[in-house]
């Protein structure tokens, strides 16, 4: 453990600032929720190191993460470097790519001690970003920020960190957004079913559709002024379509979903089986 002992100094938190952005692949949310999940019972937080690298136009891409042992009091932090350094070896030995983007910790906002820690990832990396999840769910979800920080001087003297807030990007596929809408949620009676989820889909679909025949139908009308970043979204949209008869794609979309529906069935008889080996296997013993 290296111990980094509290300093007189100020923490500041800024809203968003556009100098630089961060996107976040939802690997990297279910992992860090794992950890926290996982805590020493008298850990009232969980911190980790962010793996990923800086993309050409200066967005940093997390792809990965792992936690780092701490001990942290009023006056002093104590971080686990050897560890941390074996860990990101490991890492490094799979995917040699990526590198220490910054680090992340459970909670809502910085703390002091969250000055102290970037302190030292700021050694390791220049500019890293700090990432945050509030596990606790203090405004009823998990909320996501990414920060970078600044030392704010006098003279020679540092007087303050000040952490500003950075456009977060949360881009995945529609099975990993099923996910993450259920972990974010409070309370959460059973995980969604395949079916389930591909219910929820197609309704966010049909939402989507309905948003864009408004917006286009508002743009026909002149109650709307057009952009043309949103026209070309939507001509890219359209012009991926198959240009298939509606029969075609309806009698398509159905053998699709009889092949999903026969993979079910067969992985519940297979599970049953499995189920019934056990409980022979057992019974036998016993006998």
């Not at 910790?105 to 970037?118: C, P, Y």
Request: with cysteine.
């Amino acid at each position: 453990m290296e111990a980094m002992a509290a300093k007189e100094r100020t923490v500041l938190q800024f809203s968003s600032s556009q100098s630089l952005s961060a996107k976040v692949h939802p690997l990297v949310v279910f992992n860090i929720c794992d950890c926290y999940v996982r805590r020493p019972d008298q850990a009232e937080r969980v911190i980790g190191t962010l793996l990923g690298s800086v993309l050409p136009d200066g967005t940093v891409d997390v792809r990965n993460s792992y936690a780092v042992p701490h001990s942290e009091s009023v006056d002093q932090v104590a971080l686990d470097i050897e560890y941390h350094h074996s860990m990101l070896l490991s890492h490094q030995k799979v995917n040699p790519k990526e590198v220490i983007v910054g680090w992340y910790s459970t909670g809502l906002g910085v703390t002091g001690g969250s000055a102290l820690i970037h302190e030292f990832y700021s050694r390791e990396v220049p500019n890293p970003i700090h990432l945050t999840i509030d596990t606790g769910f203090t405004k009823g979800a998990g909320t996501i920020k990414a920060y970078v920080s600044n030392n704010l001087s006098l003279g020679d003297r540092q007087i303050a960190a000040q952490f500003q807030e950075i456009p977060l990007d949360l881009r995945m596929v529609e099975a990993e957004r099923i996910g993450f809408d259920t972990l974010k949620a409070t309370a959460v009676e059973k995980i969604p079913s395949d079916l389930e989820g591909m219910e929820a889909s197609m309704g966010h679909l049909l939402a989507l559709i309905d948003d864009i025949y408004k917006y286009v139908d508002d743009v026909v009308e002149g109650r709307v002024d057009p952009d043309n970043k949103i026209g070309r979204f939507i001509s890219d949209a359209v012009g991926s379509l198959p240009k298939l008869p509606s029969s075609a794609f309806e009698k398509l979309v159905n053998d699709s979903l009889q092949d999903h529906l026969l993979l079910l069935y067969l992985s519940s008889i297979t599970r049953t089986q499995l189920d019934l080996a056990e409980k022979l296997n057992t019974a036998a013993q016993i006998l």
